[in-house]
């Protein structure tokens, strides 16, 4: 664990120190939870009142806070309490990962495999023959790495993950434990007998920069060609992204999400967990769509809100659900115009 | 393998042996499948038949059972056949565990670490520094535990799980292969030019006591504070807990259900499978969910059974269902409806 | 990597060279993105264009395909382009696969563990006691075996996959990456104080001939007896097979579906990505699910195909969707119909 004092973390926020500047944190807390050598900070006027009441050690607020009561922790004060939080924490993250260098031992790195500088190798970690690995490469424990896999600098490759033969990571990606990338396709074709012959999945996978992928998720290589992931890209946790797909720029896909074969995902989509998309077809930048949507054809005018299975306009699903609420009421309504008319036609 | 002979297992579960209590048994059998060798039990008459043709050498059957023929295997009496079988099962798995004892070469484990009596640590698993691990802790192979994770007594990780740094797990947990505890919130804020920023994931993951979690499932850790599973929670496989939910105490979730970032979930509550819940929402204590249904809104009134999406009533729900049935046919009958109109119109 | 000349793959695939039959080829590359090195394929004559700007080495074609330019690439013309490079795709899979033999090191193989002829074991797996492997078992680094499982010739288990103990595996069976086979199934019974009592789980998983499962899918052994896959069964990625359940032959199941307990699939039923299958159903061969089907009842007629949640006949689903989406109009129909009946009832 790394120690901070109240002077070193307001050099690193460019803050003002308030009260005792050597008193030292080590964890970070929510300020309604926080203890004894924890910072913590005030940005939303909701939680004001424990200000006076939290435990935390450091506490970062806003410059326009005015204080109604006298506190015990130190203060850090700074224009916007919660972006320098962030960058607090985004700090700290990266003078943890700069400490995590070198190779544990046992780990199997194949002779002709290449290293960078400032990597970390955990114990267990497999690197097979021809890969090769950028600088600032961090391979946890227990991860596999397949032939001739390439890849970029800035990485981080969290325990357990597995990635076969061939496929290429660009830079700046961070793969979380349990994910399976250029794992074979689903490919098979039906036999006279109703058996099925493989077809063999001999593509890649590419993940290029700025990606960040869930724990858990697969992401199948192409029969041939590539499966490809494209710059900025975060996919959540179990995600299944089937052979031949593509994922366009700074697309972002919540957990549990399916994409089958060669559907084309486009740039700048949003989309919610459990969403289902059919293979062969593609999906207009800037779609938006809800969760447990299923997607059956492809979506040509961009940035749509869709809703639902078959996936539809925002608006319109919402009106239909109301509709289906009131059918009930709506047989109701036609029953009592049969008999009515049924009295009308006696009459005439 | 353990084996056991009639005398052994009715003094384990306080029952009468009939015939030769000297023959031995190695596994478990269904009735209607035993083979020599095996124990097997009789509790629902549905199955009586079998109780003559079973090749199993020991059954255990009700006190109150009346034999129409002669059997060859040996019996053992007792009051209630199934829960003797159940208490002999699970005798069984704690005479196993018990001689899962020592530590695997080569595994990794960090100066810093703490590991309790009666500890097994399985080749290839990676404990890091200041892991502090309870009695009775198993860790099979190829697991990773991270920085300073506490777990309690009379635990059970299976092989390839992961957890990452700061976690905390109580006593008498069970983790099944392959979940992963701990990974990062799926957090992104948009920036200007569409891409997104990452927002660093710094709380972590508690699993209170009792608790067993599936495997492949993924619990992330929270943004600040902690992601939280509390006393006797039941996780199926591929479920996603997002960051900074909390499940509460005894609810029981089935597989492939995923519950978004900051969703409490009440205690008691039974989820059927793929459901799927919205962020920042509520469940109510004693609320049961059928399988796939989709949950947008903070369900207040406890004890409600729910289906469909968005979820609701059960009953509504299923007649709503009824409804959309039958539509054609309400079409019909205002087409009959608008021709007799018509006629009454002219007549008019 | 391996490489080969025009010459050697017209052998493998009984083809006539025209032009250099000395050219070398290392990589498989489709015909639009081909780069030198590399060879291709032109069946669909969509692509014809590329058959002349394509970069590719080598070209398979048709026998039937005339030129309406000279090329530069060396052809190989056969009958069937599409057939033949299949077939030189699974020719280079077994070269390749042919190639990998031996043990590396670390790994953790039990002194009473039998291995057979032709074997890989990969670096940090862990083979248990009494495991059986047959002839030509490729274990990737990081799997772990069980006790007493038993596994059958010419099987491929690919990295970071479990196999519990007991389980059985037959031949020709390929198991993707993350995949766990045998975890306990959910099996708990409530007590009077609303926590849970597990159910032992002591059955095992059996998966039959021919059998391909993908990624990080899950199948949980019987609590008594045995969770089936029958053999030519291929299974996608991310699903969820729980207890007791049986999957017939050459039934083919897509991503993120779930199979709840005791639920038996019948043989060549095809089910889409994402579906559910309630408890204790059956359903029958030749049944075919659209994707995100829920299944709550057993299906008795075989070879209908399905869709929707609860699933019904597929025609029927889409007029239901179809009168739905026309509920708006409906409403305005009944709307006019009570306007006119009120007026000829004034008038009346």
Redesign the interface.
């Known amino acids: ?1 790394l120690a901070f004092n109240a002077q070193q973390v307001a050099l690193m926020i460019q803050g003002k120190v308030e009260g005792d500047a050597t008193v030292e944190v080590t964890q ?3 300020i309604e ?1 926080a203890k004894q050598g924890e910072i913590s900070f005030l940005a939303n006027p909701k939680y004001e009142e424990f200000l006076y009441s939290t435990k935390a050690s450091i506490i970062i607020i806003n410059d326009s806070q005015v204080l109604k009561e006298k506190i015990s922790a130190t203060l850090i004060r700074v224009p916007d309490a919660y972006a320098a939080f ?1 960058t607090l ?2 700090k ?2 990266e003078l943890k990962a700069a400490n995590m260098v070198g190779i ?1 031992t ?1 780990s ?1 790195i194949a002779p002709s495999a290449k290293l960078g500088a400032q990597n970390f190798i ?3 970690a ?1 690197i097979s023959e ?1 890969v090769q690995l950028g600088e600032n490469v961090k391979v ?3 991860v ?1 790495i397949g032939e ?1 896999v390439q890849i970029g600098n800035n990485v981080t490759i ?3 993950v ?1 990635i ?1 033969f061939d496929c290429k990571i660009g830079n700046n990606v ?1 793969i ?3 994910s ?1 990338i250029g ?2 396709g ?1 490919g ?2 039906p036999k006279a007998d ?3 012959q ?3 999945q ?2 890649n996978v590419v993940i290029e920069d ?1 990606v ?1 992928i ?3 998720t ?1 992401i ?1 290589r192409a029969t ?2 590539s499966t490809i992931i494209r710059k ?1 890209v ?1 996919l ?3 995600i ?1 992204v ?1 052979h031949n797909a593509e994922v366009g ?2 697309t ?1 896909i ?3 999400t ?1 994409i ?1 074969g060669s559907t084309k995902i486009g ?2 989509v949003m989309v919610g ?2 969403v ?1 998309f ?1 293979g062969h077809i593609s999906i207009a930048d800037g779609t938006k769509l809800a ?2 949507s ?1 997607v059956t054809k492809t979506i040509k005018t961009p940035n749509q809100t869709l809703t639902g ?2 996936a539809a306009d925002h608006t319109t699903a919402l ?3 109301v ?6 009421e ?2 109701k ?2 029953k009592e ?2 008999i ?2 049924q009295q ?2 006696k ?2």
């Open positions: 664990m970070f807390g929510k939870e962030a924490l985004t700290y993250q544990q046992p199997f955990g114990a267990f497999a021809n946890y424990p227990n596999f001739n969290h325990p357990g597995v076969y961070t979380h434990a349990g399976i794992s074979d689903f098979f074709a109703g058996s099925f493989k077809v063999p001999l593509g700025d960040e869930g724990s858990n697969t199948d041939i060609g900025g975060k959540d946790n179990l299944q089937a720029n700074n972002v919540a957990a549990q399916g089958s740039k700048n967990g459990q289902g059919a969760a447990q299923g299975h078959p009106r239909s659900q509709y289906v609420k009131n059918l009930p709506l047989e309504r036609v115009l049969e009515l008319v009308l036609s009459k005439g």
